[in-house]
């Protein structure tokens, strides 16, 4: 026969089990306000708890089952807390909706519990009654809600997989806002490692046989995978030659190509973006097309065609073949940028600066696509060479926008010497020692061991009095 446990034990395994949880859900790094106020609330259980056990604690088979009752509930919180502590933050952000539910149900449960066994032993806490009452009241009542701006990019993750938006520049987009929601850097190393984390949860999914949830995160994966920071440096790198091939029968002098009559859209006569097909097969910009019906048009602009049917979907095919295009056209853009730095020129080396501080602010693919072209370390070896103030602070600026957000480039800069360059710019006039400081400041400024090493670079290049002089002025 079973030993029968003293009533005694059995409250002091429920109250570190109380504690235990407690102290773990303020770990979670998803929904912290979710779980720091279920975290409370099992704070003020074990006030109750040690009132109990100062109190002669009713040894009564109702006592016994409800305190077993709370330590099953809780035992539910801390696997919840467990299941959520160590998942992927992106994984976690997609999940906050379902997250937040299974925390108020949990909460509600554990204030029933608690609810029955203060029932069971209102003589020992009359001394706290009206704080039990609060804490059970609002523990079976709890309400969580997900924070507004998590909603927000929820919602337009939501809306995007709806309309197939399954597009670059939409999916670097989401990423960003996502990135920038959990705490994560947009940096290749950071976003591949929570797309793995997806592609882990999908194999579980499969293996438990839910396939709705596979399917969503399948989209997810999709989604996320096509924009430039989940991109793997090989792939983007075969990707930037293959591009560069297509290129090479074109005349070098020349910096783009002319867009098909099929990119362009009807409406607004530039090349569409997002496209999306009618029912009768034609094409148009998503926001120009939306806007047409919006106003009451029931036709076909072009045509001019009445549409009893004015629903569209995205033409995903059409969309790669404009994407493509434009990557044709950075590529004939950064080869252009290359002859004119090479070119010594004032002039050209001024158009090839402004070029490429435009190619970055439009797709940040070309970052990479810079850099394995040799830009960057042109960039810092033409750097000494120029006698232009305003050339050198306009080489300093296009050389931030390189590195930022981008390891890849910042080691070539470091590699290729560019405090050896970068440095000397510091007691130019104040536009380039400005341009210089700022420069430097984004090659050091975020901690990791990797910056450690490119502050120690730094060190042997400036004299740190000086420097902090520069810095003062």
Avoid at 78 to 103: A, D, M, T, W
Avoid at 160 to 166: C, F, N, R
Avoid at 230 to 235: G, L, P, R, S
Wanted: proline letters at 3%.
């Amino acid at each position: 026969m079973a030993e029968i446990l003293p009533i005694g034990t059995i409250l002091a395994v429920a109250m570190n089990q109380v504690i235990k949880t407690a102290h773990a859900a303020t770990d979670v790094v998803i929904e912290k306000e979710s779980f720091r106020i279920l975290s409370t609330y099992l704070f003020d259980i074990v006030r109750v708890l040690k009132e109990l056990e100062l109190g002669n604690l009713n040894e009564t088979p109702v006592t016994r089952k409800t305190l077993e009752n709370l330590e099953t509930d809780v035992k539910k919180a801390n696997s919840l807390v467990e299941k959520y502590k160590n998942r992927g933050r992106f994984y976690l952000l997609i999940k906050c909706r379902h997250i937040v539910k299974e925390v108020q149900d949990v909460t509600r449960d554990i204030g029933k519990s608690l609810n029955t066994l203060c029932l069971a032993n209102t003589e020992i806490l009359s001394g706290i009654s009206d704080e039990v009452t609060r804490l059970q009241n609002e523990m079976q009542r709890a309400e969580f809600a997900t924070c507004q701006s998590q909603l927000q990019i929820l919602d337009k993750l939501d809306q995007g997989l709806a309309s197939q938006k399954l597009d670059n520049g939409f999916a670097n987009d989401i990423i960003v806002d996502i990135a920038r929601a959990v705490g994560v850097t947009v940096e290749p190393s950071e976003i591949r490692k929570e797309l793995d984390s997806f592609k882990r949860e999908r194999e579980e999914a499969e293996n438990r046989k839910e396939r709705a949830e596979v399917y969503f995160l399948e989209q997810i994966i999709e989604l996320l995978s096509r924009a430039d920071a989940a991109q793997d440096y090989e792939q983007v790198k075969d990707q930037y030659m293959q591009r560069l091939r297509v290129i090479e029968c074109h005349d070098p002098k020349s910096e783009s190509i002319p867009p098909f009559k099929a990119f362009i859209c009807g409406i607004t006569k530039t090349v569409m973006v997002d496209p999306v097909s009618l029912s009768n097969g034609t094409a148009y910009s998503r926001v120009a097309i939306e806007e047409w019906f919006g106003s009451g048009k029931k036709t076909d602009p072009i045509t001019d065609e009445p549409l009893e049917d004015v629903s569209f979907r995205s033409n995903i095919q059409l969309g790669q073949s404009i994407q493509e295009w434009k990557e044709l056209n950075y590529c004939m853009r950064i080869r252009s940028c290359k002859a004119k730095l090479m070119s010594e020129n004032d002039s050209n080396v001024k158009d090839a600066l402004y070029q490429m501080q435009d190619l970055i602010k439009e797709n940040s693919i070309n970052k990479d696509w810079i850099s394995i072209g040799g830009l960057t370390e042109l960039l810092v070896n033409i750097l000494p060479n120029l006698h232009n103030q305003q050339l050198k602070t306009e080489v300093l600026v296009t050389l931030k926008y390189a590195i930022e957000g981008h390891p890849r480039n910042k080691d070539l800069l470091i590699e290729n010497k560019g405090f050896c360059h970068i440095v000397p710019c510091l007691e130019c006039e104040s536009s380039p020692s400005k341009a210089a400081l700022e420069l430097i400041y984004e090659i050091v400024a975020e901690e990791s061991a990797q910056n450690m090493d490119y502050t120690r670079e730094l060190s042997q290049q400036c004299n740190p009095v000086s420097f902090l002089v520069t810095i003062l002025n």
